[in-house]
């Protein structure tokens, strides 16, 4: 299919609303949009967005699940030249806290209520300090000192075409998303305009999609994974993209047949879900035929044969990297895409290199992943002090993964050299909940480790030191962290224990937390 001549987000829905006007272009609950709604209500957003006085490089925080409104302040936000940066909404109040400070954002936008979460409360709370910041809230009757969606969404549009100086340019950032990373605070990574829409369009190429598609998106949409990849794949292609509000197998497998998906973005736990479903029944599922997965070769194998997504496709890739930067084909053998995760996409670099000489290695050999091309131009906020660590003098992305490339290009993950935890295919870095752990005022010292999981392919295990003459138990201190905390960061096993493996320096050793935790019990796994 031929590409899409633009190289902004707003541009792009210019072009779309032109080629595919009439086609659906997202769907999700009780609304549809069209290509050319979908350009009509970004311009809507950006002149709501002009008149709050944002321009050009301006950020917008938005905090949202996956709907309509998520995609059209996206592209809103990019006809105006402004910054996206989706926050998590699994994070609570803390964590709301420093993400509002970090990213600098100059409106903020919000869902009034998720499930338990009350952010329309959170948000009040933080504004104390940031008085001056402008609050939007989705699903909101009239509240003093915010203003409704609906109203907001009312403005007048932006001119068809902005004035010079206006608007995104292609190496300009459309999204800052936020990523577990090593510290005890998530990274910032702004990904450009021109780097998504090309590295999307090439994932979408690889699968196989076409105007005729309808894509399924059960993950969230401020992960990479749904907004870098999934969402530019389906949209540079002309398909529909089918948003999943929260990922629930019943619903999914609703929404497959309802909506007669061809296609989906999954994980091996969704997978496993939809598959254990009491109303799962193979004919349900039968127009899916390609899409994008994670995991083991039977986890690709699962997919392509029980779920019968028979042209699935497996990747590689992190949010520094637009979300993938390796896929495999879906006409390739299963076998072969069981086994690899894909040559590189074009504009994308993959090399091998020693470990501790950091020269490349020939094929077949295992050594450090390293990623060039369409990447993040480097950390922004706080997490700005990684940038010289993470990126090598010639401008390759240190990943911190182990893998080797087969003699015909293919990249073949192998394992992580980093401590992240990926639970159910949620990174998690130790860090993070360490620092929720700590938070507890009880508790002296915490460490975190991962350990194997036939289930979740990891768990979390916490070893947790009190203070002095404190009653902590396991039920005290996961009942903490989920208050606390996004759920996801709540450890599946605490052990309280007398003190950690630290080194000279007072260093927690993790490998030895590793030990400990392989002579544990089976209590959990």
Known sequence: MRAPYSKTLYDLACEQAERHGDREAVVAADRRLTYAQLRERAAHIAGALRDLGLKRHDRVGLLLNNRVEWVEVCFGAAAIGAVLVPFSTWSKRRELEFLVKDSRIKVLISVERLGEQDFAKDIDAIRGDHTTLPVVLLGSAQRPGVISYESFAGHAPIEE????????????????LYTSGSTSYPKAVPLLQHAIIENGFNIGERQGLGPDDRVLLSPPLFWSYGSANAMLATLTHGAALVLQGRFEPGESLDLIEKERCTALYTMPGMTAGMLAHKDFRRERARTLRTGVTIGTPQDVATVANELGAREICNVYGQTESCGNCAVTWHHWPLERRMQVQGPALPGVQIRIVDEETGQPVAANTPGQIEVKGNLTPGYDGASAANNAKAFTGDGFFRTGDLGQLTPEGDLQFLARTTEMIKRAGINIAPAEVE???????????????????PDKGEIVLAFVVAKPGAKLTEDILRTHCRTEAASYKTPDRVEICESLPTTATGKLMRSELKKLAANLSPRVR
Do not use: K, N, Q, S
């Open 435 to 453: 620092e929720v752990l700590r938070h507890h005022p009880d508790v002296a010292e915490a460490g975190v480790v991962g350990a194997p999981d």
């Open 161 to 176: 075409t902005p004035p010079p100086g206006d608007g995104a340019r292609a190496d300009d950032p459309a999204l800052i």
